[in-house]
């Protein structure tokens, strides 16, 4: 297969290999796609097709009937697709990859991406095990490859506003943290047939909503907590439609415990309805963090909560500008989809998702 045709590029200052030449901040990211089972794929695709700054230069996809499919919805050149990963690193040099297959698959991209020191954005969570999520940082150190993870939360300014006010130490130390956050069930949204196939797979994805949902309240208590790990995990998980999700869990509760401050993360596939918050309670004050900009404030005395105005997110506010910048220009990594946070968040789950489920 051949490749989409892209401009040469300038060096930039922070080079990742000779074998991927940077762009510069006036070039589009020339990125590669190692898998299309992920429903947030259509993200990108949507992306890659409105926005000058993305441009899709290959895709590693054995399904031809999946990727002739979101092709047609996209507008993606057929001969984007390879059946093999090396190839289509090697042929299409992307500067950056975006892993949207499984998550047992994620250590075959890194594994792959690493060595030609290409950096690589995976959808939440960074790995299937604790031996996978060492493998990437093994191959990361090694290579001095950016692994990156990401979250649709990690682009809410409610998030990170909450995470500001709860870190200054103006409404005192942070005692306890609870996550709510999932959906109906993914068969129930209408999920693809290639997607559902491996997220309700315990070989495939670790778990059901242990993995799928627990992440996200993992992720931001890691982080609120410094990269501390727990001194402790435990984890209650139940098949409430076994009708529908007969292998893997479908309702968890993760319950954390640090020195001075308890997480309680509720991961859910049974929700009425879609459902991504925070409630963080500090000594003086608690806040509450909704969808993207939904932030409250309560003072200890006051019967009623104030809404705030988060700042928009900044410098990136979403993820395929962040990774541009990553890969063109060396920026900073944010905390949230870094890989020691990240890192921390896999070891979670992997406590989590081994309790026997009810």
Excluded at 15 to 36: H, K, N, Q, Y
Excluded at 41 to 60: F, H, P, S
Excluded at 115 to 128: M, Q, S, Y
Excluded at 234 to 250: E, L
């Amino acid at each position: 297969m051949r490749c989409m045709a892209g401009k040469p590029t300038l060096l930039a200052a922070l080079a990742l290999a000779a074998s991927v030449v940077p762009g510069t901040a006036d070039e589009p990211l020339r990125i590669g796609i190692a898998g299309m089972s992920h429903g947030h794929v259509a993200g990108l695709l949507a992306a890659a097709r409105d926005r000058a700054d993305l441009q899709i230069v290959g895709v590693w996809e054995t399904d031809a009937r999946l990727f002739d499919r979101l092709a047609d919805a996209y507008g993606l050149d057929a001969s984007l697709r390879h059946d093999e990963l090396g190839e289509m690193l090697d042929a299409c040099k992307p500067e950056a990859v975006s892993g949207m297959g499984s998550i047992r698959s994620h250590r075959k991209v890194v594994e792959a991406c690493a060595p030609r020191r290409i950096p690589v954005l995976l959808e939440k969570p960074l790995a299937f095990s604790i031996e996978d999520a060492d493998r990437c940082v093994e191959l990361s150190e090694q290579y001095g490859t950016p692994i990156l993870t990401n979250y649709e939360t990690s682009w809410y300014a409610s998030v990170h506003e909450a995470e500001r006010i709860a870190r200054s130490g103006e409404y005192g130390d942070i005692i306890r943290m609870v996550f709510r956050h999932g959906h109906r069930g993914p068969w129930e949204i209408g999920c693809s047939s290639e997607f559902l196939r491996w997220l309700t797979d315990p070989k495939e994805n670790g778990g059901g909503a242990v993995i799928d949902f627990g992440c996200y309240g993992a992720v931001i208590a890691t982080r609120l907590m410094d990269g501390q790990k727990p001194e402790s995990v435990q984890a209650v998980r139940r098949q409430i439609k076994t009708g529908i999700y007969p292998d893997v869990d479908d309702d968890a509760t993760i319950l954390l415990a640090y020195p001075h401050t308890t997480a309680v993360i509720e991961a859910s596939w049974n929700w009425p309805h879609d459902l991504k918050e925070m409630d963080i309670y500090l000594s003086g004050a608690s806040l509450h963090a909704g969808k993207w900009d939904a932030l409250s404030l309560r003072k200890s005395g006051e019967a009623e909560a104030t809404p705030l105005a988060p700042p928009p997110v900044r410098p990136f506010g979403d993820e395929w500008s962040y990774l541009k910048a990553v890969a063109h220009d060396g920026a900073e990594i944010e905390p949230l989809s870094s890989l020691p946070v990240n890192h921390t968040v896999v070891w979670i789950l992997d406590q989590a998702r081994k309790v026997p489920m009810k």
